[in-house]
């Protein structure tokens, strides 16, 4: 899996083809999509139109396990058939639970059908998000398949120690969702300004640098084809000590906080 991806949450169908098309041509061959951002054909269409080939690219892709349904093996596979049907594709390099919903008390029986999606290589990996320690234990208890990934928001503001160590306990990959912190305080703190300075950087290339030093998979979105090449262009340098540990320490300073739902309440 790369370790530095192209999100497109948030990218209209319309503009999910272009977008995609940018980024492949850029040098991104992970991309991570989800049935509920509606952009799973213009994604597809991206990734038919590059001409890059199936075997050089990651498509991730998540279940939409929502409120609307009851989530029986059924209707999970038919689910990531549509999911399949949309991006064009026959199989996807890593298929996610979306969230835990852990008040639904579901997705054990989701992962039954996820575990016969990988048995069958239609999912070259399954994995989860936003799934809390408590949410892996249950996983644990119930299935042999430990997850390939646990996608969770993670970036200096929100860096989530807990869960990082037990991925590393359990090799789980941690993906950084919203690894910029959507592009908002996170990118504008003054220490984040200097770091940026002193290594002669963008804001956002040191925060995507900290994420790969950390060792965390991340997938940074942006529609603005300067933005998409510059979050690319972060293999050329490092972090000095000090800027690493400067951007550590943001997480217990004054601004860290959660951006997204919190996985306990969200349905
Ligand atoms: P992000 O942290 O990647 O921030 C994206 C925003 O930051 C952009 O919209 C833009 O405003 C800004 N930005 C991007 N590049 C910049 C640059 N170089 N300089 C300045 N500003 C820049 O936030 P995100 O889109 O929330 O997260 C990334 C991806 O994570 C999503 O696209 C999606 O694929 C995934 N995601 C998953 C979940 C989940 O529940 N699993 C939730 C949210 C996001």
Redesign the pocket.
């Given at each position: 899996m790369p370790q530095l991806g192209f999100?497109?949450?948030?990218v209209p169908d319309e503009e999910a083809e272009r977008a995609v098309a940018t980024a492949l041509e850029a040098g991104y061959r992970s991309i991570?999509?989800?049935a509920v951002y509606g952009n799973e054909a213009g994604t597809g269409r991206g990734l038919a139109a590059s001409g890059v080939a199936r075997e050089e690219l990651f498509v991730t892709t998540?279940l939409w396990n929502g409120p609307k349904q009851r989530w029986n093996r059924d209707a999970v596979l038919r689910a990531f058939d549509d999911s399949l049907g949309k991006l064009g594709l026959d199989h996807v390099d890593l298929y996610?639970i979306?969230?835990p919903r852990p008040m639904r008390d579901d997705f054990v029986s989701i992962w039954q059908a996820f575990e016969e999606i990988a048995a069958e290589g239609r999912a070259r990996a399954v994995g989860v998000?936003?799934f809390r320690p408590a949410d892996l234990d249950r996983l644990a208890g119930a299935s042999g398949l430990v997850p390939a990934v646990n996608?969770i928001?993670l970036?200096p503001l929100f860096p989530q120690d807990e869960l990082r160590a037990l991925h590393a306990e359990r090799g789980i990959t941690t993906e950084a969702?919203?690894?910029?912190?959507?592009?908002k305080e996170l990118?504008t703190l003054p220490a984040v300004a200097a770091i940026a300075a002193k290594h002669g950087r963008?804001?956002?290339q040191v925060v995507l640098r900290w994420h790969l030093g950390h060792g965390h998979v991340a997938?940074?979105?942006?529609v603005t084809p300067a933005?998409i090449r510059?979050?690319l262009d972060v293999f050329g340098f490092e972090l000095d000590a000090d800027a690493v540990a400067a951007l550590d320490a943001l997480g217990a300073g004054p601004a860290a906080r959660r951006i997204?739902p919190d996985p306990a309440v969200f349905d």
């Open positions: 999100g497109v949450w948030q991570d999509t989800a998540k996610l979306h969230w998000s936003n996608q928001e970036h969702w919203s690894p910029l912190g959507q592009g990118l963008s804001a956002a997938i940074p979105k942006s933005r510059e979050n997204g």
